[in-house]
């Protein structure tokens, strides 16, 4: 099932020495969520650096897109890819573990899932999901005076419905 783009938001936030959050979001993503053949799922997200903005400032986007942090010209993307799980843990909350690749390093990382009420999370209802990595994990280090190292990842999705079948 492909993410519904008119309804995820896959975003990040950073903190400066200063006190002040400066908001990035990923505007250009792909995303499938993949039912296994025992039942559980599997999401895989490909998240575009060339794209990434940092709310309404372009030269802090031209930054993170930089050899500095994302370094876009050289790793074009960040993918995260989901160990495999019960679908129970997007209405009930927990822990959602993956692989989270940023510039070409892979890491095991562990994003949780905010409970969500209604009937078909994912599809009624956003799933959020947040977690936390430090960018030194993955050779960003660039503008360590001026940022901290902690990059907090927020995300919503829903999925594309599926078709229902039509009653007889």
């Known amino acids: 099932m492909p993410l519904d783009k008119q309804h995820t938001r896959l975003g990040f936030a950073l903190s400066t020495r200063w006190g002040q959050t400066l908001e990035g979001n990923f505007p250009r993503y792909d995303g499938v969520v993949h039912v296994l053949p025992d039942g559980r799922h599997q999401v895989t997200l490909h998240m575009y650096t060339a794209d990434v903005q940092i709310g309404d400032h372009t030269r802090y986007a031209q930054w993170a897109r930089g050899s500095a942090f994302f370094d876009a010209e050289k790793w074009p993307e960040v993918v995260f890819v989901s160990y495999p799980y019960d679908s129970a843990v997007l209405k009930g909350g ?5 692989e989270l690749v940023i510039r070409g390093i892979r890491r095991p990382e562990t994003l949780t899932v905010t409970p969500e009420p209604c009937a078909r999370p994912g599809v009624d209802c956003d799933v959020v999901l947040s977690g936390e990595v430090r960018r030194s994990d993955y050779d960003m280090d660039g503008f360590r ?3 901290s190292d902690k990059v907090q990842f ?6 594309q419905a599926p078709e229902r079948e039509p009653k007889p």
């Not at 927990?94 to 993956?98: D, H």
């Not at 927020?154 to 999925?159: N, T, Y």
């Open 94 to 98: 927990g822990q959602l573990e993956g």
């Open 145 to 147: 005076l001026a940022l």
């Open 154 to 159: 927020l995300l919503r999705a829903r999925v």
